[in-house]
């Protein structure tokens, strides 16, 4: 009969129970007494088990659970009633059963309630440990299983762990990892560590898989913002409360949240955090103290959860976790952070289960104490699909599918929008966001509970049971005043409370509430709403219509939110325009005013009291706050309030920050900043998401500008709208300051979000136009990453932009995006996460990157079944010109794949591949593809690691093949016989090569033979590489034999020593006919042993044609250079053998030059260091007479024995060819010198012994001097200890003989002797014993000694440390000796001491006397010489200083010589006094006399004065002139004054007065100069009244001076007076227009018998040129014209005019000029055509200046073609125009005819290197050539002009600067120099000469005594270097002027 059900309202399910704990009861029945079971079995209804045996299943326990769970198998589907019955008969029956299961057993059955059982159970029987622990840990599972329900109330959809997808991580535990994060001074060049290379990308498992294997480990679950950590942690829970999930039940779980852990700042103990902020425990102190002993004495048996580490004040430190502890009790108090930091080092708990969740930017902390590590993926398409037709289904939308699928269309159709569905929580605001979008197109309607609400609420009644949990006090409340609420709450904050409330998580249905009567549109004429284009614009919808859904539910706004209602119920499209606050824009403001607040104070939680009440209502209600259950100090229960999800508030805060005058813009400028992803422990800890930026700059858009403006006004902000605009204006420059800074990876990546989130085109374009190449590495990239990168890169459609993702966990999803970046021609993948599905994906999306260039993917997983997805795509990118495959896991199989698409891609430039486990099979693919791709240029392959193949681009294949051929480099490969014929077979078969190189291969003799076998038949054109590649003895001599059997090969370079390195070098093919080939042999550094070097010399054959043999560091020794010497008649073309270091001897060294007699064709023998250095024979060919050949052996850095000598210089004697023996360098000591001075007359082909820096004795020096005696063939002896040194010889006999002793330290009996020797030369015409330190007393017997020696030159004293007497015992050799001619002393710096001979008829002597400073009775000994002298006509004092008592002597002794025609004095403080009484003693003769005195005040008024009283003293006077601080004076007998000249001596026009008085008693006067002055107006006045008393003034000279157009006037009068002028010079005159110069020029037609007209820089127009045209017709007798044109004078245009023309044909009838001069006149074709029929008639033309004009090459060659008839030209000034090589060829044709020709100025044309050759030519006949510029002439190779100046005898200045000339040019000049014996000045500035040039340059100089100047500044010399230089000569200057 059936029995009655009963309801148990209080209990639990009994069906469900026994379903629960099925598994725990069959435990426990199996183990009970067979009558216990079998008493049970017959309460079961179904009789089945009643004839069961149980005794006899005592034994088997498998058949008593088998039959135990059949029995609840029963029982599961019988009545309630029944169940309860033997629920209670079982927990009377049976033993052992667990307390916690008892007291649910017991409830379940009815019997009583649980509390009161477990009381009265209590007293009678104590409870042990575990039954504490039972029951504490059912409470806790209760707890879970309520704050599960309270999640799941909003749920859009089941959330279950198996179904949630994670992406596992490595973990490094091993050591602790710096901080890697770049600095600011990285500038991003340095790439952190990645934060895992985590493996493919298929790394993917479910949370639950995951979780199973951390039982008793430390797990860290990861995850952004929105992703659904707290959810999934809430959902362990719940799955562990039921028995389920990988976390096993008997475990005690504790989740704790750290947003809560923030508020215990105090130290606790483990006691109060369990029992008072988790859960308080029912049994008082007893389960307390029972429930922490057993945890602590079992802590395997917990699991703690910490949830939400990123909301964490503290950051959690390794010094934290490693600090020593005290075992940890249940009163130990610690510090919240401390208990965290010992439970994940396993301080705490050690073994116990800990979960840990946080985001992906906080696992720096801790990540070396984990085991596990994995974060949340997010949602792909099918995942956002389902979850917007779950949204819209509880929406009611089950009504309209069309509804549905618009939503998911809408969403599906912005890209951006879903980017951001990724994120679960960001796909719940998009749903909320569609669906205001929709509902404002449907138009509104009234609001009430939807079906879809209804759905779920019975759904979830039934899931229950009917059941109602029991609520906590004030919950009701709570849940009442939150119902309906309409929210963000997308759950992207992961956070959910440990009690109920919360309204947030990632799946929760807050969308608006569908309105009643919804119009449903049909779908062909629905048009898809606008969306929110950014995250900021997306929330501020979602703002939006959470306030349009509360004001809809809330009642406290009465009518007048009903009127508002119906004004928001039309239809209109969701622009950010369109948006309105409506009425609660002052609770907004509020809001956003506490989020502002909690951001700066880093607070999350907020109290109640700290919430205004209506604010606090209206966000609880519009879904903007939710309550968070707290449990406080002793156990209470309590709430608090928080914002749905963090990035609300940071959204708020940013409204604040936009809207609010209250936070200042400081506060904007400091808080906006980039986040890098690359954190380390360093940052500074936030619990918020970093997104308050972002924000930020969203709101920057116009676009947001009217909701901003809005919400500023209801902040009470004026004149909002231009306040709004200036903080957006702010944010945009603060972004457009970073586009152009230098930042890391992520900074750029999170630039471009807050751009993205601006919509600033230009800021996008700004960022691109620094950095083309985003380069984002080692990071992990969300499609929302890819999105911002889209749209950074879309807004420069015309730019071209590379994308670099080397190392980042890039997800599949990402890849859908890239396609939306326009314009990337550069792509990047560098990851071990790479892997094939990876590249199948990527080749889905690369056929739409068109403009995609370059392709990396390197480092994968990529096999062969992806690279052959990827080439089958890569046909479809045509611009494609590089890939990269490198490091992936390719066979021979794939690379054919790859090879397969050379031909299919146009562009492809080149190919990258490597990593290839059998690199030789992978070539031969590649090789066998050159023979069909005749594209490919290089295949290089090195061994295992890269395999690269490089194609010639379509640019350089258009018209021509590449002619080079294609190079193959095979390195570090592994070589056998079999391969290297396999290779050489393919090779063969394939065009001809360039380079093929196989070095780092070793290579055995038969491989390398195999190799050699085959070349004849491959075609290479360059060379073989074989470095590092082993070749034995054996191996060289197979080399070797290549020369004699392949035509083609015409070089062997071999070294054995490391380096290794052979190569074999070709004639570059075999087509056509083959020029003459140079072959040469190296075998350097190969060990060569004198026997092995006959096997490889035999090699080579009998009759080798080899031109160049190195067999330099070997060991040949002796024998083995006999062994080559007796080889040499085998090599018929040798020109070269390099047998350096090979450890030769002085018997090798005899045995060369005895083959330098014998072979005729041997020319060259350099030996060093004894033959261990350099040895080197050279060849030349027999073509040329065997007397013509000039041979040199050198034997340097030697120390040669007497004996040695002896043999050396006998076998050398034996060679009659012209003979250079070099000896430099060398120790040679007396004995030596001796015999080679012995030997010396039987070398008769001797002509030059050079024995440089041989360290000469004064013994060994006085030796070689005395080859002068019997040596008749002796031209030259120069000698130095440490210098250069060498003896020159004639080929017969030397007519003179020079002798140079240099930097000896001679004695009086070293003077003695040498004089000795000298006595006995007849012919000695220099003599040179400067720089040895002899002075005075030296000096005084070298002078003695003079008459005695028959120098006939000069003898040169110089630097010899000479005093006053020594300057006068070198000027007393002028009375004497008679043969001296001339005397130059200076004790100045030079140091100079010249004495000269003259042998011929005296023509009067000289002497100078500089820098002496003498005393009186030195001065008294001067005179006395002078007065010795008779014949003296040349002196000259510079600085000698004298005192007046000397004097007066020395002018007495002067004014007694009437021989002395010339004195000079200059710088000597002569007073003015003293000049007098010189003036006055001198008197005239026949023959005139020369007087110039330079003093620092000649100058000005003391000039004029000066010779106004040498005019009264002395009437002898010819010629007077004053130039700068210069007298000269001309005395003639007989003779008037005639000229008077006061130049450039700062003359004033009021001087001029005082010396008028003296000009007009001079009527003779013929020429006056006051050039260079400041005489002025008043000047010209004086000269208007002195000018007319001369009557026989023939020329007047005014240049150079100020003179007005008043002056010009006055001066134009006086010109008129003048008939007889025929000279003017008026250039450079200033102060005056062309008005005063056009008066001038018309006074100047009364000149007519001008011969000489100087008007340079006279302003010139037209009507003065008309008037100076006129002037010249009236002139014929006119021999000089200078109209040159300066730079400051102003010019009548640039082009040549009329005027110029008509000017130049007046100069037709000029027929005697001599001189004109035309620089800048602007003369062109028509010009120089003018000009060139002129200078035919010019017959006397000396000079021409033609500077500065536009003459062309064509016109110049022209102009030189018409100086052939200009015979008598001297100078020719041709710079600054456009001459090229056709006027240097005809220079070279037309020059030598101009013998006369002196000067020469060619500067700054555009000769060229040709037009230099040419002109060089000419310069060969110039023998009067004086100067010479060649400045800038457009060529740095002036080699050939500068060796042409040898045959330039009387040349004086050289200017060949600005022509960036190298080292070469100063050598050339160095062979020069010492020819050019008249070269005084030397220009060489802003060349390309170094140090070497310079030094070179300097050893020259000693053989130039004339020579004063050489310019080097502006070349490549340094300072240092520079001071040097100047040391060794003072001659050398690096001034700028």
Request: with cysteine; glycine share 6%; charged share 20%.
């Amino acid at each position: 009969m059936e029995e009655e059900e009963e309801v148990n309202p209080g209990g639990e399910d009994v069906h469900t129970l026994i379903t629960q704990e099925s598994a725990k009861l069959v435990c426990i029945l199996s183990s009970q007494k067979p009558a216990v079971i079998k008493k049970l079995c017959d309460m079961m209804p179904n009789k089945t088990l009643r004839h069961v045996d149980w005794l006899a299943l005592t034994e088997s326990s498998a058949m008593i659970q088998q039959h135990v769970t059949v029995m609840l198998e029963d029982y599961r589907t019988a009545s309630a009633a029944r169940c309860r019955r033997f629920l209670q008969s079982l927990c009377m029956l049976c033993e052992n059963i667990p307390l916690h299961l008892e007291l649910r057993l017991l409830s379940s059955a009815g019997c009583m309630d649980s509390d009161r059982y477990q009381s009265q159970v209590t007293e009678l029987f104590p409870l042990k440990v575990t039954d504490h622990w039972e029951l504490y840990r059912a409470a806790v599972g209760t707890l879970l299983l309520r704050r599960w329900e309270r999640m799941r109330e909003n749920l859009v959809r089941e959330v279950q762990l198996e179904d949630i997808w994670v992406r596992l991580r490595h973990t490094n535990r091993t050591k602790e990892k710096p901080d890697q994060t770049p600095g600011p001074g990285d500038l991003g060049n340095r790439t952190p560590d990645p934060d895992g290379d985590y493996g493919p990308m298929e790394a993917r498992v479910t949370l639950e898989s995951f979780l199973q294997g951390s039982v008793g480990q430390v797990t860290v679950l990861l995850g952004q913002a929105g992703s659904g950590k707290t959810l999934m942690m809430s959902c362990l829970g719940q799955q562990w409360a039921k028995g389920l999930g990988p976390i096993p039940s008997s475990f005690l779980f504790v989740l704790l949240e750290f947003r809560q852990l923030n508020l215990l700042s105090s130290p606790l103990s483990l006691s109060e955090l369990l029992f008072q902020y988790y859960l308080p425990a029912q049994g008082g102190d007893d389960e307390k103290e029972a429930v922490l002993d057993y945890l602590l004495s079992n802590p395997e048996q917990c699991c703690w959860v910490l949830d939400g580490y990123d909301e964490f004040h503290t950051r959690i430190t390794r010094v934290q976790t490693q600090r020593n502890r005290t075992p940890l009790n249940s009163n130990t108090l610690l510090p919240i952070a401390e208990f965290v930091s010992g439970l994940l080092c396993r301080q705490i708990f050690p073994g116990c289960t800990l979960v840990f969740t946080c985001r992906p930017r906080d696992i720096p902390d801790v990540e070396l104490m984990v085991d596990n590590v994995a974060e949340l993926a997010g949602w792909e398409s099918h995942d956002i699909k389902e979850y917007v037709q779950n949204y819209f289904q509880l929406k009611g939308a089950p009504t309209n599918e069309d509804l549905m699928e618009q939503a998911v269309n809408l969403l599906f159709s912005s890209r951006h929008l879903l980017t951001m569905s990724s994120l679960p929580g960001l796909c719940n605001i998009c749903c909320v966001c569609v669906d205001h979008a929709l509902m404002g197109e449907r138009g509104g309607g009234r609001t009430q509970a939807s079906e879809g609400e209804e759905q779920k609420r019975r759904r979830r009644e039934s899931e229950q049971g009917g059941r109602k949990e029991a609520k906590v006090e004030g919950e009701e409340q709570a849940e009442q005043s939150g119902e309906g609420a309409e929210g963000i709450g997308e759950g992207s904050q992961d956070r959910g409370a440990a009690g109920g409330g919360e309204s947030e998580d990632i799946t929760r249905a807050g969308a608006v509430e569908p309105r009643d009567g919804v119009e449903v549109l049909h779908r062909a004429s629905f048009s898809l709403p606008q969306l929110p284009p950014t995250l900021t614009q997306l929330y501020l919808t979602a703002l939006v219509a959470s306030l349009s859904h509360s004001r809809d539910t809330g009642t406290e706004r009465g009518e007048d939110a009903k009127n508002d209602r119906m004004k928001t119920r039309a239809p209109q499209q969701s622009t950010l325009c369109s948006l309105d606050m409506g009425l609660y824009q002052s609770e907004v403001c509020e809001l956003s005013r506490l989020a502002w607040k909690g951001l700066e104070t880093s607070q999350i939680l907020f109290l109640k009291c700290e919430i205004p009440q209506n604010v606090l209502k209206f966000s609880i209600r519009a879904g903007l706050l939710s309550k968070v259950e707290l449990r406080l100090k002793g156990g209470v229960l309590s709430y608090a309030y928080c914002f749905v999800h963090l990035t609300l508030q940071e959204f708020l805060a940013a409204l604040r920050m936009m809207t609010s005058d209250e936070v200042p813009m400081t506060q904007l400028k400091q808080r906006f900043n980039l986040k890098s992803r690359w954190t380390t422990k360093s940052d500074p800890k936030t619990v918020f998401t970093d997104s308050f930026h972002l924000y930020v700059c969203g709101l920057a858009s116009p676009s947001c500008t009217p909701a901003l403006v809005q919400l500023a006004k209801s902040c009470g902000v004026s004149v909002a709208q231009a306040w709004v605009q200036k903080r957006q204006s702010l944010v945009v420059k603060l972004l457009k300051s970073l586009c152009g800074s230098t930042l890391t990876g992520p900074k750029v990546l999170q630039l471009c979000h807050c751009i993205q989130e601006t919509q600033d085109c230009q800021l996008a374009r700004d960022v691109l136009g620094t950095r083309p190449i985003l380069e984002l590495r080692n990071i992990r990239l969300l499609p929302s990453d890819i999105d911002a990168l889209a749209f950074v890169v879309g807004s420069s459609p015309d730019m071209d932009v590379g994308l670099d993702f080397g190392g980042c966990a890039l997800d599949a999803q990402c890849l859908d995006v890239l396609p939306s970046c326009q314009c990337i021609h550069y792509l990047v993948f560098r990851s071990r996460k790479y892997d094939d599905k990876f590249a199948q994906k990527l080749s889905s999306i690369l056929p739409k990157l068109q403009t995609l260039r370059k392709l990396e993917f390197s480092g994968g997983h990529l096999t062969d079944v992806g690279v052959a997805s990827l080439a089958s795509t890569l046909q479809d990118c045509p611009c494609i010109t590089e890939i990269n495959l490198h490091s992936n896991n390719l066979t021979n199989q794939g690379i054919k794949h790859v090879a397969d698409i050379f031909s299919k891609l146009p562009n492809l430039a080149s190919i990258t591949l490597g990593r290839h486990n059998k690199p030789l099979e992978g070539i031969t693919v590649l090789i066998k593809k050159m023979t069909t791709c005749v594209n490919i240029v290089h295949v290089h392959a090195e061994g295992m690691k890269e395999l690269k193949v490089t194609f010639l681009q379509n640019s350089d294949n258009k018209g021509h093949k590449n002619i080079s051929g294609p190079t193959v480099s095979l390195v570090n490969q592994t070589w056998g016989k079999t391969e290297m014929q396999r290779l050489c077979q393919l090779l063969a078969r394939c065009p001809a090569l360039s380079v093929l190189d196989l070095s780092g291969g070793h290579l055995d003799t038969e491989t390398l033979r195999m190799l050699v076998d085959f070349l004849p038949r491959i075609n290479i054109k360059q060379r073989i590489i074989m470095k590092e590649s082993c070749i034995s003895s054996n191996g060289l001599e197979v080399l070797t034999a290549l020369l004699s059997t392949c035509p083609t090969a015409v070089e062997l370079n071999v070294r054995l020593k490391s380096p290794e390195c052979v190569s074999v070098m070709f004639s570059g093919g075999t087509d056509g006919p083959r020029p003459e080939i140079s072959r040469k042999l190296c075998l350097s550094c190969c060990n060569l042993l004198p026997a092995v070097m006959g096997n490889v010399l035999g090699s080579l054959g009998p009759s080798s044609d080899i031109t160049l043999l190195d067999l330099s560091s070997n060991k040949l020794g002796d024998s083995g250079l006999k062994k080559l010497l007796d080889f040499l008649p085998c090599l018929n073309n040798i020109k070269e053998i390099n047998a350096s270091k090979n450890n030769m001897s002085m018997k090798g060294a005899v045995m060369l030059a005895s083959a330098l007699g014998s072979r005729p064709d041997l020319t060259d023998i350099e030996i060093s260091y004894k033959g261990r250095g350099l040895v080197i024979l050279r060849f030349c060919s027999n073509k040329s007479s065997d007397e013509e050949k000039l041979k040199r052996f050198r034997l340097a850095h030697t120390s040669i024995q007497p004996l040695d000598m002896t043999r050396l210089c006998r076998r050398l004697a034996q060679c009659h060819s012209p003979m250079e023996l070099d000896l430099s360098h060398s120790s040679m000591i007396d004995g030596v010198i001796q015999k080679l001075l012995t030997v010396l007359p039987t070398m008769t082909s001797l002509q030059l012994l050079n024995v440089s820096h041989c360290n000469l004795s004064i013994r060994g020096m006085l030796t070689l001097v005395s080859c002068l005696i019997d040596g008749h063939r002796v031209k030259s002896v120069e000698l130095r200890p440490q210098g250069e040194s060498m003896i020159c010889f004639d080929r017969v006999k030397a007519e003179f003989t020079r002798c140079r002793l240099s930097h000896f330290s001679l004695n009086s009996g070293h003077l003695e002797k040498l004089a000795g020797i000298l006595e006995q030369c007849a012919q000695l015409s220099e003599l040179d014993l400067s720089g040895n330190s002899l002075k005075d007393e030296g000096v005084r017997q070298v002078v003695n000694a003079l008459p005695r020696l028959k120098i006939t030159s000069c003898l040169n004293l110089s630097s010899n440390s000479l005093t006053q007497q020594g300057a006068l015992d070198v000027a007393s050799t002028l009375c004497a000796c008679d043969k001296v001619s001339g005397v130059e002393v200076s004790l100045g710096a030079e140091d100079r001491s010249l004495i000269h001979f003259n042998q011929g008829e005296s023509c009067g002597k000289s002497l100078s006397v500089r820098h002496c400073k003498f005393e009186s009775d030195e001065l008294i000994r001067l005179s006395e010489i002078l007065c010795g002298c008779p014949s003296l006509t040349k002196l000259e004092f510079t600085s000698i200083c004298p005192c007046y008592e000397g004097l007066q002597t020395l002018w007495n002794s002067l004014c007694l010589l009437p021989s002395l025609h010339m004195l000079e004095f200059r710088d000597n403080l002569f007073c003015s006094q003293w000049v007098e009484d010189l003036v006055k003693g001198l008197k005239g003769s026949d023959g005139g006399r020369h007087v110039s005195i330079e003093e620092f005040w000649i100058t000005s008024e003391a000039a004029v004065s000066l010779v106004c009283r040498c005019l009264n003293l002395n009437p002898h006077i010819h010629t007077i002139r004053v130039q700068q601080t210069t007298l000269h004076l001309y005395f003639m007998k007989t003779t008037p004054l005639t000229s008077v000249s006061l130049v450039d001596c700062l003359i004033e026009g009021n001087q001029l007065k005082t010396l008028s008085s003296i000009i007009q008693r001079c009527p003779l006067l013929t020429d006056l100069d006051l050039s260079h002055n400041k005489w002025g107006t008043e000047g010209a006045q004086v000269l208007c009244s002195v000018l007319p008393s001369l009557p026989n003034l023939t020329s007047l000279s005014l240049s150079g001076n100020f003179i007005s157009d008043r002056g010009a006037e006055i001066l134009a009068t006086v010109f008129c007076k003048l008939p007889r002028l025929r000279s003017v010079n008026l250039s450079h005159c200033g102060g005056w227009t062309v008005t005063g110069g056009l008066e001038l020029i018309r006074s100047l037609e009364h000149c007519v018998s001008l011969e000489e007209l100087s008007l340079d820089s006279v302003p010139l127009d037209e009507d003065t040129k008309v008037c100076l045209a006129r002037g010249l017709s009236k002139t014929n007798s006119l021999r000089k014209l200078n109209l040159n044109r300066g730079a400051t004078v102003a010019m009548v245009g640039s082009q040549e005019t009329k005027d110029t023309l008509e000017l130049l044909s007046v100069m037709e009838q000029r027929r005697q000029i001599e001189e004109i001069e035309l620089e800048g006149w602007a003369m062109a074709d028509r010009g120089v055509g003018q000009l060139i029929k002129l200078l035919p008639v010019w017959k006397h033309l000396r000079k021409i200046r033609l500077s500065k004009n536009f003459i062309g090459d064509r016109s110049g060659e022209a102009l030189m073609e018409a100086f052939r008839s200009c015979n008598h030209l001297e100078e020719l000034y041709l710079s600054s125009n456009g001459l090229g090589r056709l006027t240097a060829a005809r220079m070279a044709l037309v020059l030598p005819s101009l013998i006369h020709m002196t000067v020469l100025d060619i500067s700054d044309n555009s000769l060229g290197y040709e037009g230099s050759v040419s002109l060089s030519r000419a310069l060969v006949y110039m023998k009067n050539l004086i100067k010479l510029n060649l400045t800038s002439i457009g060529t740095s190779d002036l080699c050939a002009v500068a060796a042409s100046l040898a045959h330039c005898m009387q040349i004086q200045d050289v200017s060949l600067g600005w022509n960036h000339c190298d080292d070469n040019l100063a050598v050339e000049l160095a062979k020069v120099l010492p020819l050019c014996q008249k070269l005084i000045r030397l220009d060489l500035e802003s060349n390309s000469i170094s140090v070497y040039g310079a030094e070179v340059l300097v050893r020259a100089l000693q053989s130039c005594p004339a020579l004063q100047f050489i310019r080097l500044w502006r070349n490549k010399i340094s300072r240092s270097e520079v001071q040097n230089l100047t040391l060794k000569d003072k001659r050398l200057n690096f001034l700028s002027t």
